[in-house]
């Protein structure tokens, strides 16, 4: 099983970028996928997670600059991010809690990481 995310890169404050994050191998089922970052010098910090019936919650400190949501037929999670600022710089990591088909449950499954930059 692994997560491959996508979609980071350089923005210009105020701007926008879109994360996507797609799970594949042997998964029977995904119970929850989130978003991690960390950010230079800073611990890894939850963004936003969403579990298998769309509830959704973020950190406090977003003042509902984000939104997550994710795509169960093809096990992709996303992370739209809009108004974004230089304190946003960060690698953004995405997460899943799920089963493989041998009925083993993994809850922290790591993505590799992408790079967010927000310019000033």
């Known amino acids: 099983v692994q997560l491959q995310a996508s979609g980071g890169g350089l923005v210009q404050a105020g701007g926008s970028l879109r994360l996507s994050c797609v799970a594949s191998?042997?998964?029977?089922?995904?119970?929850?996928m989130g978003w991690y970052r960390q950010a230079p010098g800073k611990e890894r910090e939850l963004v936003a997670s969403?579990?298998?019936?769309?509830?959704?919650d973020y950190a406090d400190s977003l003042e509902g600059r984000f939104t997550i949501s994710r795509d169960n037929a093809k096990n992709t999670v996303y992370l739209q991010m809009s108004s974004l600022k230089p304190e946003d710089t960060a690698v953004y990591y995405c997460v899943a809690d799920l089963y493989t088909v041998s009925r083993v449950r993994a809850p922290y499954v790591w993505g590799q990481g992408t790079l967010v930059t927000v310019s000033s």
């Open positions: 191998g042997s998964i029977f089922v995904i119970n929850s």
């Open positions: 969403i579990d298998n019936s769309g509830r959704a």
